[in-house]
């Protein structure tokens, strides 16, 4: 064999371990860690809710420019929000499905795939359900779980606790459906595309996330707008990993309770740690900057949801999520490979994540402490306190899950 097949042949190799193969879980839990470490280093934690949240408000605002604004929850919009390519949310959110959008068509696993009726149902359902959970938590499982612990505050255990109760009752509730429910089975279709249309969908996908890198760190007129050509590109990251190892969380407090299977549990508490000992890192005496905004400052993603806001707000955020059949992120990274039934997921999670923050917000509920308390952990116990409890937090529940795995004392009976 000559040496440029040789070569020719790792070349491929190495294409189908990166764009083809589904990555390991606990390798791409520590990549999802790793870059949301990256992520906070070079502008803040990133989050789901952000994005569609902006995306909501800017339909609530839609909506009032048409009807008018003088009255109802249409009040809290006669102002137009920040611009979807100017809000840091948003362009983490675009930047996270543009990502899952170029994986899967690397793969060439792109494809429009319309649910049944009764799942488009459910999704209306789940959008809701996540939209208000969301709020009430202090954000999705990504900025009131994941990067909440993550970032060492103790909302994110209030949002966990109910996350497990909401999926089991959605789960059970799945069950029943199963059992009972007959209608509404038909209608599914999957629209595929050619081999050598999603290649050329996948080389469009890369060149807009470059070009819109390039765009917005050519910005000469602002620090900010300049460094979201980063925060555009991590997030990609983000999302193609993601897509590729399909990863989801929701998964990871499921399966225990469904199969036993506890391997994205797993996955999911390692990518804890890493993020925990990245923000202890970045956290500890960290400087100020861009346009004198404090973008780590330790306060990020700490918030007043230590009490009944973070447990019932996880637990309605579950039980949507299960109904959806993908969290916050999941959701996203999903809409990027083309189903359907997490597209018609976004708006309603949208709109009802708007509404919801927005009363919120206008009340003062969260400031005032109605919905729990202010707690970042480091303040209270020190920064190796902090992260020896949230270390011996994670192997609590890997204990748990890998104990259930092999006697099944979690599995929620059909």
């Not at 520590?30 to 906070?40: E, K, P, Q, T």
């Not at 060149?207 to 990609?236: F, K, P, Q, R, T």
């Not at 997490?342 to 309603?348: A, D, E, G, N, T």
């Amino acid at each position: 064999m000559s040496e440029e097949s040789v070569l020719k042949k790792k070349v491929q190799g190495l294409y189908k371990i990166f764009c083809q193969s589904e990555w390991n879980p606990t390798v791409t839990g520590v990549v999802v860690g790793f870059f949301s470490v990256m992520m906070m280093a070079w502008w803040r934690p990133w989050g789901a809710v952000g994005a569609i949240r902006n995306w909501g408000d800017w339909i609530m605002y839609g909506i009032g420019s048409i009807f008018g604004t003088d009255s109802g929850i249409l009040s809290l919009y006669e102002e137009a929000p920040a611009a979807i390519f100017a809000n840091s949310g948003s362009v983490i959110g675009l930047g996270f499905i543009g990502g899952a959008f170029v994986s899967a068509c690397l793969g060439n696993e792109f494809a429009l795939r319309v649910p049944p009726y009764r799942e488009m149902v459910k999704a209306v359902i789940a959008g809701i359900l996540m939209g208000v959970g969301a709020s009430l938590a202090g954000g999705c499982n990504v900025g009131g779980f994941y990067n909440a612990i993550g970032n060492l505050a103790a909302n994110g255990f209030a949002m966990m606790l109910g996350l497990v109760f909401g999926v089991i009752l959605g789960l059970k509730l799945l069950y029943l459906e199963m059992e009972h429910i007959s209608w509404g089975e038909g209608g599914s279709k999957t629209i595929s595309f050619t081999p050598m249309v999603i290649r050329i969908m996948a080389a469009i996908g890369i060149l807009a996330l470059i070009a819109g890198s390039y765009i917005y760190s050519g910005n000469e007129d602002s620090d900010y707008m300049a460094s979201l050509g980063g925060v555009l590109l991590i997030a990609a990251a983000l999302g193609y990993s993601m897509q590729r190892g399909r990863w989801c969380m929701v998964q990871g407090f499921r399966e225990p309770h469904m199969t036993g299977d506890c391997t994205m549990a797993k996955s999911v508490m390692l990518s804890i740690i890493v993020v925990a000992i990245g923000a202890a890192i970045l956290k500890y005496e960290v400087p100020v900057r861009a346009e004198g905004e404090a973008i780590l400052n330790p306060i990020n993603y700490v918030r007043g949801t230590f009490g009944w806001g973070g447990v019932v707000g996880g637990f309605i955020f579950g039980l949507g999520a299960m109904f959806a059949g993908g969290c916050g992120s999941g959701t996203l990274w999903r809409v990027g490979e083309g189903q359907v039934k997490l597209m018609m997921v976004v708006p309603f999670f949208a709109v009802a994540n708007s509404m919801m923050t927005g009363w919120i917000n206008d009340n003062d509920f969260e400031v005032d402490g109605v919905l729990g308390s202010y707690v970042y952990l480091p303040d209270v116990l020190g920064y190796g306190p902090t992260l020896t409890l949230i270390v011996g937090f994670m192997i609590i529940w890997y204990l748990s899950v890998t104990w259930n795995e092999d006697t099944n004392k979690f599995i929620v009976p059909m």
